[in-house]
């Protein structure tokens, strides 16, 4: 998603500064919005969850609540993401907000049913894909460079921040007044879409008219362009491999903190202190490397953090207490916010302009499905092996498949090559206006759930 000028910096030089990343105007108000957003979401989720499990008392209704906001990248994503290259970016964010805020504003209204919740949640997370795959696609657009790459921390770090920050508010608000949570995600909803409209310019949309087809047929060109290019292809199994273990520990929390439970804590005390704990590691993990490493190294030290992530969890099978378990978990998110937003960085510059709407919802989708899975096997194991095994081995298995990824990572000269093919096709987009995005440039991922926004 590289631009036709680039200001990219050399590789002597240090990485680029906040102070650039937020010099620009466009990402402020991108900025803003997304915090914005993020914040409102999880606000909702945890209030949601109460307020279902007050009407019905059924813990798998209320389950059902949070996991429903997964459902459309499961089972359209790619196709929905698809709809963004289609349309003027900003429009597709303005209308993707105002759609949520207004179905938040319905989910709010006193003595709804829970099915009636149920649905007009899954309508309100429809509007996910194509709203963070036109903000992934927009941000190349807005930052060029180095900026990228630490526009992308910042994006990732604030989106773990805001998990944090959202559920503790969400979980205090809900216990009073659940509907006063919905209108305050509602508000954020209003407030992003505001910011959106008067803070980013319009643009064309990327992809033309007589350049459409069918829309299978587009989502397809997608998923072609992540596997059938070596780099990108590349990206996308080292973003897909971190998912596979390092969502793990917060997936078994509760369990893994009722069996190992102590050291001065109670059951609550150590999940809470296992689940934040990879969150905490990343915002370190994403501000650290991506401000203090130069863009060399970073790249650099992209096939030893791969290898760090999994194998900071292979202690486990020594089964230590939840504060051991939680110091784990925050190195293994450290470890993979060193190299993710890195490798985003690449994958959107080496994705030519009218592909990166698509490319988003391939990644996306695929992270959703993979760490879904990642749980999944693993709690099954856990009903037969203690969890601490479990944990240990799985994470020694994703060391040997890091060093299998990472012994597969394209050179210097085919990332540069790729960078550059990328730069040079204009795919079925508009092109660019001479000087367009000059000193200016999105989870896997990766947003999220903060895992989308773990890609882009």
């Known amino acids: 998603m590289e631009a036709t000028v680039s200001d990219e910096r050399p590789s002597q030089e240090g990485p680029a500064t906040f102070r650039e990343v937020f010099a620009q105007r466009e990402y402020r108000a991108v900025f803003a919005a997304s915090a914005l957003s993020w914040i409102g979401d999880f606000i909702a989720k945890a209030a949601v969850t109460v307020l279902v499990y007050r009407e019905t008392e059924s813990v798998a209704y209320s389950a059902a609540a949070f996991a429903v906001s997964f459902l459309p990248w499961l089972i359209g994503g790619p196709l ?9 970016y900003r429009s597709v964010m303005v209308a993707c907000d105002v759609i949520r805020m207004a179905l938040m504003v319905l989910v709010a209204i006193p003595g709804n049913p829970p099915w009636l919740i149920l649905c007009l949640l899954f309508a309100t997370t ?25 526009g992308l921390s910042l994006n990732s770090s604030t989106g773990q921040a805001a998990q944090v920050i959202g559920y503790l508010i969400g979980a205090g608000i809900a216990a009073v007044n659940p509907t006063a949570a919905l209108l305050i995600n509602a508000g954020t909803f209003a407030l992003s879409a505001t910011l959106v409209r008067f803070g980013v310019r319009d643009r064309e949309p990327a992809m033309r008219a007589e350049h459409r087809s069918h829309l299978l047929r587009e989502t397809a060109e997608g998923f072609r362009i992540v596997f059938g290019t070596p780099v990108l292809r590349a990206v996308a199994l080292l973003v897909f491999s971190s998912m596979l273990f390092s969502i793990v520990p917060e997936g078994l929390a509760a369990a893994w903190a009722r069996e190992g439970a102590g050291g001065g804590l109670d059951t609550g005390a150590s999940q809470a202190a296992i689940m934040a704990a990879n969150p905490i590691g ?25 290898v760090l992530a999994p194998l900071a969890l292979v202690p486990a099978l020594l089964d230590p207490p939840p504060l051991a378990v939680a110091l784990l978990a925050a190195l293994c998110g450290f470890a993979v916010a060193g190299l993710l937003p890195v490798s985003n960085g690449l994958f959107v510059r080496a994705l030519p302009n009218g592909y990166r709407a698509r490319a988003f919802g391939v990644m996306a989708t695929g992270v959703q499905v993979i ?20 944990v240990g081995v799985w994470s020694a298995a994703g060391v040997l498949l890091m060093l299998l990824t990472a012994a597969r990572w394209p050179s210097r000269a085919a990332i540069d090559a790729a960078v550059e093919a990328a730069r040079n096709d204009s795919g ?11 000193g200016q440039l999105d989870n896997l991922p990766g947003e999220h759930r903060r895992r989308s926004q773990s890609v882009g």
């Not at 929905?80 to 290259?85: G, H, K, R």
């Not at 999944?376 to 095994?389: D, K, N, V, Y």
């Not at 079925?428 to 000059?438: F, I, K, V, Y």
């Open 80 to 88: 929905l993401a698809t709809l963004a290259e289609r349309h003027r």
């Open 371 to 390: 760490q879904g899975a990642a749980v999944l096997i693993t709690g099954l194991l856990a009903e037969r092996f203690s969890i601490p095994l479990v």
């Open 126 to 150: 429809l509007a996910n894909p194509p709203s963070q795959a036109a903000r992934s696609a927009l941000m190349p657009l807005i930052l060029t460079g180095d900026r990228l790459v630490v």
């Open 282 to 306: 990343f915002i370190l993990g994403g501000l650290l490397v991506g401000r203090a490493v130069a863009p060399a190294r970073r790249l650099a030290l992209i096939r030893p953090l791969a």
């Open 428 to 438: 079925p987009a508009l092109p660019r206006p001479a000087g367009e995005g000059d």
